[in-house]
């Protein structure tokens, strides 16, 4: 694993360097495999992000992306409806995703219509599979995968404690808040991307990093610390959260 950590000075510093990293994998990705696939994160830090993405230029110049070749999935899900206030899918194509060219079928949102979670993340699961084309027992790499982290040191929808974090032989399983169900990633699907890149803002965030980050600490209290993908791993920071991880 390659790690780096990048301290910015703030929000608006940590969103040019997220969408500067992501238009860096989608060139690589593009000319290497011939398409990009991104896993999207749900809250409010990577909005400006999203929003950023219709007018981001390609390849250094003020050229289009190609958004044919751009493919999105979404690495955790509340188990609401698409059109629910709640909705990553629905923030993501408010934010993007219906302000661009980019054909329906290249997006690829998360089942919540399903008789049940369990049912909605098997789909999910399959659906996975069959665009990879992977049915052996390696499991198939994202070219990025978002992230965010919350207080507790949650990420995706893999809460401290929780049945979610046991889950290793499967791609998406059901995580579980305040007993809301939520569909998610699990964290070795997650470990199988090429590059999963942590967004983190705000000074409430601190004391939960200081625990991601230190030699010793209990993974299942702090899911994040589960995240350690066997391609690159970077965790972009503004300054009131990573201000004690500067060096």
């Given at each position: 694993m390659n790690k780096t950590v990048e301290v910015l000075p703030d929000q608006p510093a940590l969103v040019a360097r997220a969408l500067e990293l992501i238009l860096s994998k989608l060139e690589t990705a593009i000319e290497e495999r011939g398409r990009f696939t991104i896993a999207l994160s749900g809250g409010s830090t990577p909005k400006p992000l999203y929003e950023a993405m219709p007018t981001a230029g390609?390849?250094?110049?003020?050229?289009?992306?190609?958004?044919?070749?751009?493919?999105?999935?979404?690495?955790?899900?509340?188990?609401?409806?698409?059109?629910h206030p709640d909705s990553n899918e629905l923030m993501a194509r408010r934010a993007w995703l219906d302000r661009v060219d980019i054909p329906a079928a290249n997006i690829?949102?998360?089942?919540t219509?399903?008789?049940?979670?369990?049912?909605?993340?098997?789909?999910?699961?399959?659906q996975l599979k069959e665009f990879f084309n992977s049915s052996g027992v390696e499991f198939p790499s994202l070219?990025?995968?978002?992230?965010?982290?919350?207080?507790?040191?949650?990420?995706a929808s893999l809460f401290p404690h929780t049945e979610a974090l046991k889950v290793s032989d499967r791609l998406v399983t059901v995580g579980n808040k305040d007993a809301n169900p939520r569909i998610t990633f699990t964290y070795p699907f997650i470990n199988s991307a090429r590059s999963v890149i942590f967004v983190v803002a705000g000074a409430n965030k601190r004391p939960a990093l200081a625990q991601v980050f230190a030699p010793v600490a209990d993974d299942f209290t702090y899911p994040s610390r589960l995240i350690q993908p066997q391609g690159e791993l970077w965790w972009l920071l503004d300054a009131a959260a990573g201000l004690e991880l500067q060096h």
């Open positions: 390609y390849a250094g110049a003020n050229q289009k992306l190609p958004w044919d070749k751009i493919h999105i999935f979404w690495g955790d899900e509340r188990y609401v409806p698409a059109d690829h949102p998360v089942p219509l399903e008789a049940n979670p369990e049912l909605a993340a098997a789909k999910y699961e399959q070219d990025v995968v978002l992230l965010g982290m919350g207080d507790d040191a949650h990420t």
